[in-house]
C-alpha cells in the first residue's frame, strides 16, 4: 500500500464515519429543528472527504473533477434545504397544522 | 447620516451578463465532458448560449434581484472556520445524547437584522446572510421577518453569536440609531 | 471485492435509521431523513463508481445531488401549507 493509497483510506474512513454519525444525529435526535442540524456535516464533511479521497487516488481526472462537483453541490444545497425545512416547519407550528407521523 | 448603499453604482450590459454566463457554462461543460473536440465545443457553444439566453431574459425581467458586492467574499474564511468548529460542537451534543443520554434541545434565537429594501442589493445581502449562516453546522435561519426587521434562528448549541450574524445584529442597530 | 465498494456497503447500513424515521416519524422529520437518505446515496454512488472503475457513474452522483435538492425544496414548499 503506497503513501497515497492509506492516505486516501483514511479521508474515506473518516468520511464515512462523519456520514454515519449524521445519520444516528438525524435518528436519536427529538425534535425536527434538532435533527436539520446534523444534515450540515453530512452534506458538507463527508462528501469533501470522500471526494478528496477520490482525487488522491485518481488525481484531476474525470473522476476527480466529478466528485469535486457533487461536493460542491451538496455544499451550497445544504444550507437552502436546511432553511427551506425549518421555515415549513415553523410555518406548520405557527398554524397549528397537525403533525402528523407517517403510521 | 451614512449613505445606505442599496444599489450597485454601474449597470453591467445585458451582453456582458449574457456573456459571463455563457463563458461559466462553457468552462462547466468541459468539466463534465473531459475530452477537448471541436465535435463538443461545437455542441458547449451552443447548449451554453441557449442557456445563457435564459439568464439574460430571467434577470431582464426583473424576477431575481441579486447584486452581491465582491469585498462579502472576505467573510469566506470566518464562515469555512465557523463550519469546522460547528462540526465540534454538534459532535460534543452527540456525544451527549449517545453516551450520557442527555436530553439535547437546541434554542430558537431571535436578532435584529436591517431587513432593508426590495433591490438587489439588499436581496443579495439578505441571501448570502441566510447561506452564511445556515452553512454552519450549529445553526440554520429560520424565518426573516421584515415587519420587525429581525432574524430567527435555531442553534443546537447555545453559545456566542456567528460573527456574520454579529455583524449584522451591528449594523440593524446602527441603522436604528440613523433613524 | 475492493475498499471503495466496502465503504459503500458500510454506508447504506446508514439507510436503516433514515427508514425508520420515514416510517416512524412525524411529518417533517420524515422529511429530514428523506434528505439524509439523499445525500447518503449520493455518496454511495460516487463510491460504487469508484470501486466499478466506471467514470460515467459519476454522473449518476451529480445528476442525484442536483435532484434531490429539486425535491427537498419541493417537499419543503409543499409541507408549509398544504399537506
Keep these: 500500500m503506497t503513501v497515497s493509497t492509506a492516505f486516501a483510506a483514511m479521508l474515506v474512513s473518516f468520511g464515512v464515519a462523519v456520514e454515519l454519525a449524521c445519520c444516528l444525529g438525524v435518528f436519536l435526535m427529538e425534535d425536527a429543528y434538532d435533527k436539520l442540524h446534523y444534515l450540515g456535516p453530512a452534506a458538507i464533511v463527508g462528501p469533501v472527504l470522500i471526494a478528496a479521497g477520490i482525487i488522491t487516488v485518481e488525481g484531476l481526472g474525470q473522476a476527480g473533477i466529478k466528485s469535486l462537483l457533487t461536493a460542491a453541490l451538496l455544499a451550497v444545497a445544504s444550507p437552502v434545504l436546511s432553511h427551506a425545512t425549518a421555515r415549513a416547519l415553523y410555518i406548520r407550528r405557527r398554524d397549528h397544522i397537525e403533525d402528523r407521523t407517517m403510521t | 447620516m451614512e449613505q445606505r448603499d442599496s444599489e450597485p453604482r454601474g449597470r453591467i450590459s445585458l451582453f456582458t451578463f449574457w456573456l459571463v454566463w455563457w463563458a461559466a457554462l462553457l468552462t462547466v461543460w468541459f468539466l463534465l465532458v473531459g475530452v477537448f473536440t471541436l465535435a463538443e465545443l461545437a455542441v458547449g457553444t451552443l447548449a451554453a448560449a441557449i442557456a445563457a439566453t435564459v439568464a439574460a431574459v430571467v434577470h431582464r425581467s426583473g424576477y431575481i434581484r441579486f447584486s452581491p458586492r465582491l469585498v462579502w467574499l472576505r467573510e469566506t474564511p470566518t464562515v469555512v472556520w465557523g463550519v469546522i468548529t460547528d462540526c465540534g460542537l454538534l459532535a460534543g451534543a452527540l456525544w451527549r445524547r449517545v453516551v450520557r443520554r442527555e436530553h439535547v434541545r437546541g434554542v430558537m434565537v431571535r436578532v435584529a437584522f436591517a431587513y432593508g429594501g426590495d433591490n438587489g442589493r439588499d436581496g443579495a445581502r439578505r441571501a448570502l446572510v441566510n447561506f452564511a449562516v445556515s452553512l454552519t453546522p450549529n445553526s440554520y435561519v429560520v424565518d426573516i421577518d421584515p415587519e420587525s426587521d429581525s432574524l430567527l434562528v435555531h442553534r443546537l448549541v447555545p453559545g456566542p453569536l456567528d460573527p456574520v450574524l454579529t455583524r449584522e445584529v451591528a449594523r440593524a442597530s446602527l441603522e436604528e440609531e440613523d433613524l | ?83
Design chain 3, 1 to 83: 471485492m475492493n475498499a471503495w465498494l466496502i465503504a459503500a456497503i458500510v454506508l447504506l447500513t446508514g439507510l436503516v435509521p433514515c427508514g425508520a424515521l420515514l416510517l416512524r416519524g412525524s411529518i417533517v422529520s420524515a422529511l429530514v431523513g428523506l434528505q439524509m437518505a439523499g445525500i447518503l446515496q449520493t455518496v454511495v454512488l460516487l463510491l460504487l463508481a469508484e470501486g466499478f472503475h466506471r467514470p460515467p457513474f459519476f454522473d449518476l452522483a451529480l445528476v442525484l445531488a442536483l435532484l434531490s435538492l429539486a425535491g427537498g425544496l419541493v417537499f419543503a414548499r409543499m409541507l408549509e401549507r398544504w399537506v
